[in-house]
Structure formats: structure tokens, C-alpha cells
């Protein structure tokens, strides 16, 4: 989770562009080999769609149920750092 985590916080944080985090996400998302069903899966799943829904031109957005923008794309993966944070501290003290 940590390289997730990482990536979510340079985003959060705004080091890199919401393209930037789209393109690495994916790249890392599909190519995750360790990635196993479970709670996880589901936190990172749920920010796939956001990613997956997310349109960098405002003027393409056709319906806002289906695509996001830059501003909902920050907010998802907020939420998503913070629940991987959480659920990554419980899972170490619970060793």
C-alpha cells in the first residue's frame, strides 16, 4: 500500500497534476500483481471509477453523474488516502 499512499499524498498535496495522477494510478493499479481481494481492493476499486470517470477538459463533461473534473478527482482521493491510512494502521497494530 505504501506506493499508493505515496502517490495519493503527492496528489492530495498537490505536487503533481490531476493528469499525472491519473497516468500513474493506472499504471500502478493495472500492473499490481500483489493487489488480493479484500478491503483493500475495495478502497482502490471505488478511486479506479473516479479515475476511470475522471475528464480533465470541463467542457467534455456530458453528464456530472458519470464524469468528474479535477476538484471531485482531489476529494476521491482524499477520502482514499485517508481510509488506506486508517485501515493500514489498524492492520500493523493489529501484528
Not at 54 to 67: A, G, K, Q
Amino acid at each position: 500500500m505504501d506506493k499508493y499512499i505515496k502517490l495519493l499524498e503527492e496528489f492530495a498535496g498537490s505536487k503533481i497534476s490531476a493528469d499525472e495522477f491519473e497516468r500513474r494510478f493506472l499504471q500502478l493499479f493495472k500492473s499490481d500483481d500483489n493487489l488480493q481481494p479484500g478491503r483493500e481492493f475495495q478502497i482502490l476499486d471505488k478511486l479506479f471509477a473516479d479515475v476511470d470517470a475522471y475528464c480533465s477538459d470541463p467542457d467534455l463533461i456530458e453528464d456530472p453523474r458519470f464524469d468528474i473534473g479535477e476538484v471531485q478527482l482531489r476529494v476521491s482521493a482524499r477520502e482514499t488516502l485517508d481510509k488506506l491510512v486508517k485501515l493500514t494502521t489498524v492492520l500493523t497494530s493489529e501484528k
